[in-house]
T-cell receptor, first 118, second 114 residues
Framework: AQTVTQSQPEMSVQEAETVTLSCTYD???????LFWYKQPPSRQMILVIR??????QNATENRFSVNFQKAAKSFSLKISDSQLGDAAMYFC???????????????FGTGTRLQVTL | DGGITQSPKYLFRKEGQNVTLSCEQN?????MYWYRQDPGQGLRLIYY???????QKGDIAEGYSVSREKKESFPLTVTSAQKNPTAFYLC?????????????FGQGTRLTVV
């Protein structure tokens, strides 16, 4: 079974600075997807960024980028120019490559609470 | 507007009673998921379903049951067998055929058992 580990329960960053959130995962599969979700105080889950395992290029979405190290099974999220609105819980998630006849599981880590200070 | 609707937002029940949480989506998604969220434990998968009349147990299915009689609906019943049912419950859906698509989430139901 796949597992996702986020070893940083809480992180803090000053506004306009850069912060990196860590995520590692365990899998025997060669193809899969990885996601970072944000959960603000409203508790609505919002997709931040996604990465396909077969792509070597790291995904980027505006101020958010990932460092995907497939061999090391690492998937960290870098937030540049941090803003107050970035304060939230961040979850790393793994989804298996879909197989015929079954829905693919989406497995989450335990989350990292990001605090943004002035 | 398309989306996922969970109801109610807050739910209170007495210990020993079964309770059903509603999840409805009008996104025409095939796959639907139920997660439980507890402080410090992230989201844990309870049940998931690929198509109507088919569903699989997730990692913490004991004490829960689901049905998938319609594509749009995936209700979760928390039974009296669930030892610690107080939690925040999230429903999600995604299309089966679009492999790279993320899951879309409802706004959650906070269940408190007293």
């Amino acid at each position: 079974a796949q597992t996702v580990t986020q070893s940083q329960p809480e992180m803090s960053v000053q506004e306009a600075e850069t912060v990196t959130l860590s995520c590692t995962y365990d899998t025997s599969e060669s193809d899969y997807y990885l996601f970072w979700y944000k959960q603000p105080p409203s508790r609505q889950m919002i997709l931040v960024i996604r990465q396909e395992a077969y792509k070597q290029q790291n995904a980027t979405e505006n101020r958010f980028s990932v460092n995907f190290q497939k061999a090391a099974k690492s998937f960290s999220l870098k937030i540049s120019d941090s803003q107050l609105g970035d304060a939230a819980m961040y979850f790393c998630a793994y989804r298996s490559w879909p197989s015929t006849g079954t829905a693919s599981k989406l497995t989450f880590g335990t989350g990292t609470r990001l605090q943004v200070t002035l | 507007d398309g989306g996922i609707t969970q109801s109610p937002k807050y739910l209170f029940r007495k210990e020993g009673q079964n309770v059903t949480l509603s999840c409805e989506q009008n996104l025409n998604h095939d796959a639907m998921y139920w997660y439980r969220q507890d402080p410090g434990q992230g989201l844990r998968l309870i049940y998931y379903s690929q198509i109507v009349n088919d569903f699989q147990k997730g990692d913490i299915a004991e004490g829960y049951s689901v049905s998938r009689e319609k594509k749009e609906s995936f209700p979760l019943t928390v039974t009296s067998a669930q030892k610690n049912p107080t939690a925040f419950y999230l429903c999600a859906s995604r299309p089966n055929g679009e492999w790279g698509t993320e899951a879309f989430f409802g706004q959650g139901t906070r269940l408190t058992v007293v």
